[in-house]
């Protein structure tokens, strides 16, 4: 077994959803452990002053079609348009950090994801949320008065923090021994990263 990845998402971002329905199956097969960091990526774009595809019609449209390639191609399951923005993208995301606190964060992001590209019932919002939640195997209500506390939000900004400090910018991004690869396709890359560092080939 490889030293871990850490897989920093923000759910309400588009590409992420590439990532966290392949990640599981990709990371079993190569043998690798991986920490699922959910963070605000929101909050870093505005504070950087680089919100994705806002008053950029072009590239959303691209956005948008390669998306929809890729998820054909990967057999991933999509029905565009979704819902976006996110209206309620930080309850996503505070029930997220709560579900990495308490080890079931990838069968929620997982389910959240499919809820909001195949079934268009937006992240963070109901029914997407308590559906996601109760597929998870946890108590939606138990859940979301613990999401919906002054201590999940400082948890997620905790987790927000952390991401700036290591040189996060943007949603999905892997780190792998402190080399930090974003994108949904860099998810290999950052696999290979690992693997030659464990055979004492860095790089």
């Known amino acids: 077994m490889t030293a871990p990845i850490d897989f920093w998402f923000s759910i309400g971002s ?9 990640l599981p199956g990709i990371a079993e097969k190569a043998g690798v452990e991986v920490r699922w960091r959910p963070f605000n990526a929101h909050a870093l774009q505005i504070e950087a002053n680089d919100v994705p ?16 390639r890729r998820a054909a191609k990967f057999g ?6 979704i819902p976006y923005p996110l209206p309620e993208m930080e309850q996503a995301n505070r029930v997220a950090v709560l579900a990495a606190g308490e080890g079931w964060c990838p069968a929620y992001a997982i389910a ?20 996601s939640i109760k597929e998870a195997g946890q108590d939606p209500a138990r859940v979301l008065e613990q999401a919906n506390s002054g201590a999940a939000a400082r948890a997620l ?17 892997f780190v792998a021994d402190g080399e930090l690869f974003w994108g949904p396709d860099r998810l290999e890359d950052a696999i290979e990263w690992q ?8 790089g």
């Not at 806002?54 to 079609?65: F, I, N, Q, S, V």
């Not at 991933?76 to 348009?81: A, E, S, T």
């Open 14 to 22: 588009p590409y992420t959803f590439l990532a966290v329905m392949r």
């Open 157 to 173: 900004e905790a987790a927000t923090g952390e991401a700036k400090e290591i040189g996060i910018f943007g949603s999905p991004s």
């Open 112 to 131: 959240t994801y499919r809820r909001w590209f195949a079934d268009r019932e937006p992240s963070g919002s109901e029914p997407n949320l308590s559906e």
């Open 53 to 68: 595809f806002a008053d950029k019609p072009l590239k959303a449209d691209y956005m948008w079609r390669d998306i929809e």
């Open 195 to 202: 693997h030659n560092l464990d055979r004492g080939n860095p």
């Open 76 to 81: 991933l399951p999509v029905r565009l348009p």
